[in-house]
């Protein structure tokens, strides 16, 4: 600012100044000026002199001048709407921008009249700084344009949504979203965004937005798996909240990148770099670089012991290999400057050749030496030396030394003397032949039963001495590169030297390079004549003996029929005569006669069917069976046998079956019966369950007869289903019967293609499984649960703290099979020697289960509890929200009942599922689709012990994309459906 601008503005501040009015506009940053008709200043305030003396070249002339003739070309937009306020008398509001020294200004002005009467001598101008405020928008506008096209181009799915309440509107939607879901921008735009994702992706998102308000911080998905338009893919998703008000994002920004590429790749990686690892361990080459001339030896030549001496024998380099041998065969440790001849002391024998060698070398001469060492056993080891002059500049430095082992050479070389030794005084063949059939070796027994001589020098082919195309396998074995067995035997019948018949059993045995290459066949063979001849007559006696089974069978099959005759007689007379007399006396001895004659009867009935089984007379004919009345009549059957022996008899189908089977029904009921028949017979206590079902992959009908009888043990489980076999601790006056019944059901069980299996563990009950074949006639489902209603002895029991167990409860137990004891606290019991399912209602919270028998569930108040643990620390989630006694009891039987399989074996069981949870679990293991696999987690997990850790390794292979693993437990779960 010159002297003459100064000068200026201070004449002007004396000439308007206005006292208090004055210093109040000086204070404002608003530049204040008033212009009166003549477009003269009339007063401005400091702002407005120091934007005059900023902006307007020659701010001096401004007393003589009109403003329209001193302002600027940019500022003449800010006369026209002076003078147009001048005219109209209106308030004009407008944006100001000058260039000044090539640097753009904006401010923001009003103008408004000053009337003197009703004439305006007046206007009144106020202009505001706004550069900062419109660079900032223009900056502003251009990130927006710079963001709005990054986001249109990167890889990568982004997109924006305002949250009102439950509404999810959508305000941003870039192209690569509309790639991944096949919706674009367009078709969004405004609306609910979420409609394009999978329930399981709507719900993570629900969950993400929860935590961000609850938390305030962004919400990140490392990998979920998402429904894309190109199937299930993985997603690395973080939502973040944009801008605040009132405590409350405005805005969502959601990112989606697609990693399942990634995950791939990173499969493959770690795929590639264990296999790399693996060969970088196994093949790594070490290159010390030390010297000049370690370049050329091979550190880690196998076998090979490579190393250099300088002029004294000191080491100058040696590989790794000859630090090792040293160390393993002498217990010394090689140094770079240690003496060589440290090793002489173990080279007694050779000591002194040693010597000579190294100064011959350093006299500039090669020369070669087998050395003999001691090994650590105190076996002699040999060694091939070579030692060379080692020149470094063409000047003789050393001695290079190359050493290799030859002790295993040597000693494959004498095995092979001592086998050529046995071999030619064994009494069996030994022949050795290559892949083209020429003989390398052959022994003295195989030239005595066969003319092959001796080839000394001459090639002979085994095709010239035996026929090659009689023995198959051999041929085979030899010529078939892709047959995996190295191994074969063949029968050979020709002539030996002398000319008489012989048999020969011949073995080869395929040898191969480590490559797998064959290299030939080693022959071994043994004269069976004998043999061949004492078999060929077994054989004949062997028919000889079948047909005379068979006459056998059809003889007690005739003499059965026979029998069966006159006894039906004696038996028909006897029950007349047992109706007609009235002598007490006599009436005992005609029920012994009855009782006899139909013990008599039952085992000629067993014999004939044994003798038909036998003579392959007795055929299936299945027919229409209803399931339900075929084991209600069983079940009435035994019901009077199990309840004169105070035997609990339950007939169980939990799950639903088809009602009516084509099935041989006789036959069956005939196995079933004489299943029950044993477990009566055998079971003196306790119950005998029958177990009903039916598998729809195979088409078959599954029945399981367990009871907690004496048991069979594992020695006799082998032979029990043999004829005449009893368990040989079985008093045969206690335990009547023949020993055919299992032999005829398991012979029944095969003619009907099914299959027959036992389960027992003596002193506690056995378990026999049948399942036959059943093609479904009526699927109409049937279920049922026959038992014996009353007052029978409760199948399973209850402890309870004394406080809880009244009356009403213990009665309410009773209808439902449950035997409620009254307790004094946990120590009142000693629960870790339960052997069968028992529960424990306790409020006692640090109680924990001892045994996997015992079911613990925590009172909550009055008797709402919840199951807190169970067999093997099973967790259930049942909750007994309802103090009913009756609803108690119901609710504690069911879970008993759901948790059987659990306590028996702690197995993967699906009986608490119903068929169309078990159909949903079916349809996620064929499909494999991850998603579907992820929803039917809780269902595996509710299936026992083995259901929760199926859960967890189900789990972990999702997370590790570990597809391997995933496969092999779906195979397990679709094994157990």
């Known amino acids: 600012m010159n002297e003459g601008h100064i000068i200026y503005v201070g004449a002007m501040r004396k000439e308007k100044n206005c006292g208090y009015y004055q210093n109040i506009l000086n204070c404002l940053h608003d530049q204040v000026v008033v212009i009166n008709r003549d477009l003269r200043i009339e007063y401005m305030n400091e702002a407005f002199e120091s934007f005059i003396l900023l902006n307007i070249e020659h701010p001096e002339f401004m007393e003589d001048h009109r403003i329209d003739q001193i302002f600027p070309d940019s500022m003449q937009g800010l006369i026209r709407d002076l003078k147009d306020c001048f005219s109209e008398g209106q308030v004009v509001r407008d944006l100001l921008k000058i260039n000044h020294q090539n640097r753009d200004s904006f401010y923001d002005y009003v103008i408004f009249p000053n009337y003197e009467g009703s004439r305006i001598e007046e206007c009144s101008v106020i202009l505001r700084n706004i550069t900062e405020i419109e660079m900032k928008k223009k900056e502003l506008s251009q990130q927006v344009n710079f963001f709005s096209g990054l986001l249109k181009r990167i890889p990568i799915g982004v997109f924006m949504f305002d949250l009102n309440g439950e509404d999810v509107t959508l305000n941003l939607w870039n192209p690569m979203m509309a790639r991944y879901f096949g919706r674009t921008e367009d078709d969004l735009l405004g609306k609910n965004c979420t409609e394009v994702f999978d329930p399981d992706t709507r719900k993570r998102h629900k969950k993400a937005l929860v935590k961000i308000l609850e938390l305030g911080l962004f919400y990140e998905f490392p990998a979920e798996l998402v429904k894309t338009r190109e199937g299930s893919r993985f997603f690395h998703t973080i939502i973040s909240p944009i801008g605040w008000t009132d405590g409350r994002p405005d805005s969502f920004m959601g990112i989606m990148e697609d990693i399942s590429d990634k995950i791939a790749q990173q499969q493959k990686l770690k795929k590639y770099q264990k296999k790399l690892m693996e060969l970088l361990e196994t093949k790594s080459r070490i290159l010390d670089d030390t010297t000049a001339e370690f370049s050329s ?132 063949g030994v022949l050795l032949i290559d892949k083209d059939m020429n003989i390398r070796y052959t022994n003295s027994y195989w030239r005595r039963k066969l003319p ?270 043999n004829p005449f076999e009893q368990n040989e601790h079985h008093d045969s006056r206690t335990y009547e019967g023949t020993g055919l019944g299992l032999s005829i059901a398991k012979k029944l069980i095969d003619l009907m293609k099914g299959q027959i299996s036992l389960e027992s563990t003596p002193g506690q009950g056995s378990t026999f499984t049948i399942q036959v074949p059943a093609a479904v ?79 613990v569930v925590r009172i909550v108040k009055d008797f709402s509890a919840s199951v807190t643990g169970s067999a093997v620390g099973n967790r259930y989630s049942y909750i007994l929200d309802s103090a009913g006694y009756g609803q108690v009891c119901s609710i504690l039987k069911s879970l008993f009942w759901q948790s059987e399989e659990s306590f028996a074996s702690g197995g993967f069981s699906v009986e608490s599922l119903d068929p169309s949870q078990i159909e949903k679990l079916s349809r996620a293991v064929e499909s494999r689709d991850f998603s579907d696999i992820s929803n039917i987690l809780p269902l595996v997990e509710s299936c026992g012990i083995r259901g929760v850790e199926y859960g967890k390794t189900i789990r972990k292979a999702l997370d590790d994309f570990d597809i391997p693993d995933l496969n092999r437990v779906l195979n397990s779960i679709k094994e157990a459906l």
């Open 297 to 428: 030896i091979l550190d880690n030549s196998y076998g090979i012991n490579i190393l250099s001496l300088d002029r004294n024998f000191c080491y100058r380099v040696f590989n790794s290999h000859f630090a090792t041998q040293v160390k393993a065969k002498f217990d010394l440790q090689v140094e770079k400057g240690g003496s060589f001849f440290d090793l002489l002391p173990y080279f007694p024998l050779k000591g002194r050749q040693i010597k000579e060698a190294l100064n011959q070398a350093l006299e500039g001469k090669s020369s070669t030496r087998e050395l003999t060492y001691f090994q650590p056993d105190g076996e002699l080891g040999y060694l091939d030396g070579v030692f060379s002059p080692l020149y470094v500049k063409n000047q003789l430095a050393g001695v290079t030394l190359v050493f290799i082992d030859i002790t295993d050479s040597k000693q494959l070389k004498r095995e092979a003397e001592i086998f050529k030794s046995i071999a030619d005084v064994v009494e069996y």
């Open 452 to 721: 092959i001589p001796e080839h000394k020098g001459v090639v002979l082919n085994l095709g010239d001495y035996l026929d090659i195309d009689q023995m198959q396998s051999l041929k085979e074995l030899i010529n078939d590169p892709e047959k995996k067995e190295q191994y074969a035997q063949q029968e050979y019948r020709t002539t030996d030297s002398s000319g008489n018949p012989v048999t020969l059993l011949i073995n080869g045995v395929r040898f191969e390079e480590s490559d797998g290459e064959t290299v030939g066949l080693a022959l071994s063979c043994l004269d069976i004549t004998p043999i061949s001849e004492a078999r060929e007559s077994l054989m004949e006696s062997k028919d000889r003996a079948e047909r005379t089974s068979q006459m056998k069978s059809a003889f007690v099959a005739n003499m059965s029929h026979e029998i069966r005759t006159p006894l039906n007689a004696i038996l028909g007379f006897a029950s007349i005569l047992n109706k007609s007399l009235t002598d007490p006396q006599l009436k005992d001895h005609a029920d012994c006669i009855l009782s006899s004659g139909s013990i008599l009867k039952e085992l000629i009935n067993t014999v004939l069917d044994f003798s038909k089984l036998e003579a392959s007379k007795m055929t299936i004919q299945p027919e229409a069976t209803k399931m339900f009345s075929f084991f209600k009549d069983l079940y009435s059957l035994f019901s009077f046998q199990a309840r004169e022996k105070r035997i609990f008899l339950e007939f169980i189908c939990k799950r639903e079956i088809p009602s009516v089977l084509n099935l041989d029904p006789l036959r069956l009921r005939q196995v079933v019966i004489n299943l029950l028949g044993n477990a009566l017979k055998f079971t003196h206590r306790g119950h005998i369950r029958v177990y009903i079902n039916y598998s729809g992959e195979q088409h078959s009908l599954v029945l399981s007869v367990s009871d907690t009888g004496i048991g069979i043990s594992g020695k006799d489980q082998q032979f029990i289903f």
């Open 777 to 855: 006639i009526k699927k109409e489902p049937v279920q049922f649960h026959f038992k014996e209603p009353g007052d029978q002895e409760p199948d399973h029991t209850c402890f309870v703290d004394i406080d809880y167990c009244s009356d009403a409860l213990v009665n309410a137990g009773k209808s439902s099979g449950l035997r409620f004891r009254p307790v004094s606290g946990s120590s009142d019991v000693d629960f870790s020697t339960l052997k069968e399912p028992a529960a424990y209602l306790t409020r006692d919270e640090e109680f924990l289960s001892p045994n996997r028998f015992l079911m």
